[in-house]
């Protein structure tokens, strides 16, 4: 098992109950299911600070004893208050109630003396040996405070008047008159001086001196900004929290609103204000002086804060899964006990804060050591396999089965048996992972040469490259590309350079040349291109030139020319890819004039290339030829490319043609 910890703020709280990791079972559970419960991992490994530190229900109040000993808690239900003992790391004993306690104070430095204010208007006194007294009080109480020197009880209730029980005397004394009419919240005494502090639903603050049995002191104008207190509360504000400090003249108090205020008994305004940012009422105020650095702890019904008691500094915060009803803090130390609104207690520990207490000393290493270790879940013991992967195994006759466990478009497989089927499967798969790493360490060993990597980013290539030329002619050059200041440049294409502009050709002449000869070389090759076109439409005009003859030969030259014309069309396809190549190879061996030689052909007509296979006809032949040309002059009949024929002709008049006329 792992302790859950969080990070807020980089401030490590491990939550050693009360939170996802622990687990609470019943007692008639794990008597009945004993065996069982020994293969629970869950279980087995659990953490437990404290034994049985919970309650059936709910938790309502927990305080420590002031010899450090005990730590007391009361919850329900049914009603009841339970002792722990930090010698035994174990519940001490429980004690049932009639009713649910809200509040309890603890009359002597160990547990053997508490005093109980239940919700029925009944104060119970406990000792030792179980319930001792129980007193009844005209209205609802509300808090608790006890008054070492004079044996004074003060009870606040919900009315303007706090009960005065003195427990030396066994009566009650004459009520504290308070301007609080809508009742007293909380009270609080100064540990230093036995300054009386009361806190009234009309949120305003009285400081009473037990001495003089007078008000000493009044906070009635406690601002808070007006749209905060509307945005979380309609109601108007109360004072829900009080706590002094040990120094005699801090003091802080705690709104229904959400926010702490500290105030110097010296003056009326105070010197920090805190807002919670929950908008629910403060339930309690500690100050913490175990570190360096004087914090103040205050907590909601949903969240603690930790934070800087100088200047209202955030240092962390600790949110349980349940509502929080008290929070009780171990004197120099780390560790905070909370009862909530649920069956565990909540026990955190927060190593920055302080130490771990004496008698959990062990805490400051089983933290460490349990979170570095994985945290082992139930399904680690299975495999998630498809339907395929199921055939492909050969595990598909198991379908229906106890063996496989159906889970949405697949099944839970136990994971030995799934490697099992996996190695008959593929037996040589050992071999193949080996032939796997051994490629991977041979590529991790390439990888470590010295090579040039130069990523180029998608805007701006060219002036990347540049920059990267100039960087790596100066030894001592800076990384333009890697600078903040100019990493939108390559990244945003808003930034990137026109290079087609005037305005970049004229600031860049160098650049402009550079294209200018690649465009040049592109050109020529298009030329050569443009040949291998112009000489497969000359042969197509040669073909036209031959039908153009005499009527007496016309056929024998048609059949002629369709033969030689296949042959050409033949060789012409086989050779195509051929002649592409030797392009490249002729613009290699150009002359130092810069002019190619081009292939000259013998013969021309008109003007135009003769074909390669005029050369093999007679003086007759081509005779007859250039005679029929000129007899046709302005008469001429040629071929496309796709197969079609064209004709131009010009029309002559009726005698030039010999055919007379009117």
Same mark, same amino acid.
């Given at each position: 098992?792992?302790?859950?910890?969080?990070?807020?703020?980089?401030?490590?709280?491990?939550?050693?109950?009360?939170?996802?990791?622990?687990?609470?079972?019943?007692?008639?559970?794990?008597?009945?299911?004993?065996?069982?419960?020994?293969?629970?991992?869950?279980?087995?490994?659990?953490?437990?600070?404290?034994?049985?530190?919970?309650?059936?229900?709910?938790?309502?109040?927990?305080?420590?004893?002031?010899?450090?000993?005990?730590?007391?808690?009361?919850?329900?239900?049914?009603?009841?208050?339970?002792?722990?003992?930090?010698?035994?790391?174990?519940?001490?004993?429980?004690?049932?109630?009639?009713?649910?306690?809200?509040?309890?104070?603890? +009359?002597?430095?160990?547990?053997?003396?508490?005093?109980?204010?239940?919700?029925?208007?009944?104060?119970?006194?406990?000792?030792?040996?179980?319930?001792?007294?129980?007193?009844?009080?005209?209205?609802?109480?509300?808090?608790?405070?006890?008054?070492?020197?004079?044996?004074?009880?003060?009870?606040?209730?919900?009315?303007?008047?706090?009960?005065?029980?003195?427990?030396?005397?066994?009566?009650?004394?004459?009520?504290?008159?308070?301007?609080?009419?809508?009742?007293?919240?909380?009270?609080?005494?100064?540990?230093?001086?036995?300054?009386?502090?009361?806190?009234?639903? *009309?949120?305003?603050?009285?400081?009473?001196?037990? !001495?003089?049995?007078?008000?000493?002191?009044?906070? #009635?104008?406690?601002?808070?900004?007006?749209?905060?207190?509307?945005?979380?509360?309609?109601?108007?504000?109360?004072?829900?929290?009080?706590?002094?400090? #040990?120094?005699?003249?801090?003091?802080?108090?705690?709104?229904?609103?959400?926010?702490?205020?500290?105030?110097?008994?010296?003056?009326?305004? /105070?010197?920090?204000?805190?807002?919670?940012?929950?908008?629910?009422?403060?339930?309690?105020?500690?100050?913490?002086?175990?570190?360096?650095?004087?914090?103040?702890?205050?907590?909601?019904?949903?969240?603690?804060?930790?934070?800087?008691?100088? *200047?209202?500094?955030?240092?962390?915060?600790?949110?349980?899964?349940?509502?929080?009803?008290?929070?009780?803090?171990?004197?120099?130390?780390?560790?905070?006990?909370?009862?909530?609104?649920?069956?565990?207690?909540?026990?955190?520990?927060?190593?920055?804060?302080?130490?771990?207490?004496?008698?959990?000393?062990?805490?400051? *290493?089983?933290?460490?050591?349990?979170?570095? #270790?994985?945290?082992?879940?139930?399904?680690?013991?299975?495999?998630?396999?498809? !339907?395929?992967?199921?055939?492909?195994?050969?595990?598909?006759?198991?379908?229906?089965?106890?063996?496989?466990?159906?889970?949405?478009?697949?099944?839970?497989?136990?994971?030995?048996?799934?490697?099992?089927?996996?190695?008959?499967?593929?037996?040589?798969?050992?071999?193949?992972?080996?032939?796997?790493?051994?490629?991977?360490?041979?590529?991790?060993?390439?990888?470590?040469?010295?090579?040039?990597?130069?990523?180029? /980013?998608?805007? *701006?290539?060219?002036?990347?490259?540049? +920059?990267?030329?100039?960087? #790596?002619?100066?030894?001592?050059?800076?990384?333009?590309?890697?600078?903040?200041?100019?990493?939108?440049?390559?990244?945003?294409?808003?930034?990137?350079?026109?290079?087609?502009?005037?305005?970049?050709?004229?600031?860049?002449?160098?650049?402009?040349?550079?294209?200018?000869?690649?465009?040049?070389?592109?050109?020529?090759?298009?030329?050569?291109?443009?040949?291998?076109?112009?000489?497969?439409?000359?042969?197509?005009?040669?073909?036209?030139?031959?039908?153009?003859?005499?009527?007496?030969?016309?056929?024998?030259?048609?059949?002629?020319?369709?033969?030689?014309?296949?042959?050409?069309?033949?060789?012409?396809?086989?050779?195509?890819?051929?002649?592409?190549?030797?392009?490249?190879?002729?613009?290699?061996?150009?002359?130092?004039?810069?002019?190619?030689? +081009?292939?000259?052909?013998?013969?021309?007509?008109?003007?135009?290339?003769?074909?390669?296979?005029?050369?093999?006809?007679?003086?007759?032949?081509?005779?007859?030829?250039?005679?029929?040309? !000129?007899?046709?002059?302005?008469? !001429?009949?040629?071929?496309?490319?796709?197969?079609?024929?064209?004709?131009?002709?010009? /029309?002559?008049?009726?005698?030039?043609?010999?055919?007379?006329?009117?």
């Amino acid at each position: 098992m792992v302790l859950p910890v969080t990070q807020a703020n980089n401030v490590k709280v491990y939550t050693v109950s009360g939170g996802l990791g622990s687990r609470s079972i019943p007692d008639w559970i794990v008597r009945k299911r004993k065996r069982q419960l020994k293969k629970d991992l869950e279980y087995s490994t659990r953490v437990e600070l404290i034994q049985d530190f919970e309650f059936p229900q709910a938790s309502n109040c927990i305080r420590t004893s002031r010899d450090g000993n005990f730590v007391i808690a009361t919850g329900t239900y049914k009603p009841q208050m339970r002792v722990y003992e930090y010698a035994e790391a174990s519940m001490k004993f429980e004690r049932h109630t009639d009713c649910e306690s809200l509040k309890f104070e603890v +009359l002597s430095d160990d547990w053997t003396k508490t005093v109980h204010l239940q919700d029925d208007r009944w104060i119970e006194f406990h000792t030792q040996g179980g319930h001792h007294y129980r007193t009844r009080i005209p209205k609802h109480g509300r808090d608790l405070a006890y008054h070492f020197p004079s044996c004074d009880l003060l009870v606040s209730a919900s009315t303007h008047e706090v009960y005065r029980l003195n427990l030396e005397l066994g009566r009650f004394s004459t009520p504290i008159q308070t301007d609080g009419t809508e009742g007293v919240n909380c009270a609080e005494i100064n540990p230093a001086h036995q300054l009386f502090g009361f806190g009234t639903a *009309n949120g305003t603050v009285e400081l009473w001196d037990p !001495r003089s049995k007078a008000r000493v002191g009044l906070l #009635n104008d406690i601002k808070i900004p007006a749209s905060v207190v509307d945005e979380y509360n309609k109601d108007p504000m109360q004072i829900s929290a009080l706590k002094f400090r #040990n120094d005699g003249l801090t003091m802080a108090a705690g709104t229904s609103t959400g926010h702490t205020l500290l105030y110097d008994l010296r003056s009326s305004v /105070p010197y920090l204000i805190k807002d919670h940012q929950y908008g629910l009422p403060i339930k309690n105020i500690h100050f913490h002086e175990g570190g360096e650095t004087p914090r103040v702890i205050v907590s909601d019904k949903k969240v603690i804060k930790i934070w800087d008691r100088n *200047n209202g500094k955030h240092f962390t915060s600790i949110e349980p899964e349940t509502d929080i009803n008290d929070v009780c803090v171990v004197e120099q130390s780390g560790l905070l006990f909370t009862a909530q609104e649920g069956i565990q207690m909540g026990a955190y520990y927060v190593p920055q804060l302080g130490p771990a207490p004496r008698w959990a000393s062990f805490l400051d *290493n089983i933290t460490e050591e349990m979170e570095e #270790n994985p945290n082992r879940d139930i399904y680690d013991e299975y495999k998630f396999v498809t !339907r395929k992967e199921l055939s492909a195994l050969g595990l598909d006759h198991l379908m229906g089965t106890n063996v496989l466990k159906a889970y949405m478009h697949g099944f839970f497989v136990d994971l030995r048996l799934y490697e099992q089927a996996k190695l008959i499967a593929n037996p040589f798969a050992y071999d193949e992972y080996r032939q796997k790493t051994v490629r991977d360490k041979i590529e991790k060993e390439r990888g470590s040469r010295i090579r040039v990597n130069t990523k180029l /980013p998608a805007v *701006n290539k060219e002036v990347a490259k540049s +920059l990267l030329e100039s960087k #790596n002619k100066k030894k001592n050059g800076t990384d333009v590309l890697e600078d903040d200041r100019f990493k939108q440049m390559f990244a945003d294409p808003e930034f990137e350079v026109d290079t087609e502009s005037k305005e970049y050709q004229l600031l860049h002449p160098n650049t402009v040349k550079k294209r200018r000869a690649i465009d040049s070389d592109n050109e020529d090759e298009d030329e050569e291109d443009e040949e291998q076109q112009e000489e497969e439409s000359d042969v197509d005009s040669d073909d036209s030139e031959r039908m153009s003859g005499d009527s007496e030969s016309e056929d024998d030259l048609v059949s002629k020319i369709r033969k030689e014309r296949g042959m050409h069309v033949r060789s012409k396809k086989k050779t195509q890819t051929s002649i592409r190549s030797d392009a490249g190879k002729k613009q290699k061996t150009k002359p130092k004039n810069g002019k190619r030689s +081009l292939e000259m052909r013998m013969g021309t007509d008109g003007g135009r290339m003769a074909s390669r296979n005029e050369d093999r006809k007679s003086f007759g032949e081509r005779l007859k030829s250039e005679k029929s040309q !000129r007899r046709n002059e302005g008469h !001429r009949v040629s071929r496309t490319a796709l197969g079609g024929m064209e004709m131009s002709f010009t /029309p002559q008049s009726r005698r030039r043609r010999g055919g007379g006329g009117r």
